[in-house]
T-cell receptor, first 115, second 113 residues
């Protein structure tokens, strides 16, 4: 296993279109996290899963954002009716355990540009 | 409101020199503080993690300190190398309840030859 992978690495879309990003965590990692990072800022927490259960989603930016992890393995993040303000890097991370001090391993991110 | 403030925003140093980055936080209840290194276009990589009872943690040329009373942390880089050029992000996590980490904006470090 080579780490957390994300697909696609880059996405250009037109305003109003829907986009979906995929994250494959490290095998056997039961926690999976999604973050958004804009230029010059630190990552901003969006949501996380413990296996297939979404334990926190209050930080999703709007009801246009949704995430799933149906089988407790890979996860998808969908943005509906994209807006120019959604342009950012979307990062995924995974960790093995459920303690706050567990190390999160980040993927390379998906860079989204909304025209 | 939980906040993490980092300083300086950016820093330029010569190769071989030392530097110290600062992190102040107002996060409660505190669980742990972590420093990440993020290379341009890549995801962050964890450098150190400290819990409430830990004052110092080292990882090679990186040494982090934590003062839980004043809610301050620092990251000291010794004998800097060109590959240290990156953004360094301080992250504080809460204990109990739902997991929501608070990230700082990061310090952008440039090491010149």
């Amino acid at each position: 296993d080579t780490g957390v992978s994300q697909d696609p690495r880059h996405k250009i879309t037109k305003r109003g279109q829907n986009v979906t990003f995929r994250c494959d965590p490290i095998s056997e990692h039961n926690r999976l996290y999604w973050y958004r990072q804009t230029l010059g800022q630190g990552p901003e927490f969006l949501t996380y899963f413990q296996n297939e259960a979404q334990l926190e989603k209050s930080r999703l930016l709007s009801d246009r954002f949704s995430a799933e992890r149906p089988k407790g393995s890979f996860s998808t993040l969908e943005i509906q009716r994209t807006e120019q303000g959604d342009s950012a890097m979307y990062l995924c991370a995974s960790s093995l355990g459920d303690r706050p001090q567990e190390t999160q391993y980040f993927g390379p991110g998906t860079r989204l540009l909304v025209l | 409101k939980n906040q993490v403030e980092q300083s300086p925003q950016s820093l330029i140093i010569l190769e071989g020199k030392n530097c110290t980055l600062q992190c102040n936080y107002t996060v409660s209840p505190f669980s742990n503080l972590r420093w990440y290194k993020q290379d341009t276009g890549r995801g962050p990589v964890s450098l150190t993690i400290m819990t409430f009872s830990e004052n110092t943690k080292s990882n090679g040329r990186y040494t982090a300190t934590l003062d839980a009373d004043t809610k301050q942390s620092s990251l000291h880089i010794t004998a800097s190398q060109l590959s240290d050029s990156a953004s360094y992000i301080c992250v504080v996590s809460t204990s109990g309840g739902s997991y929501i980490p608070t990230f700082g904006r990061g310090t952008s470090l440039i090491v010149h030859p």
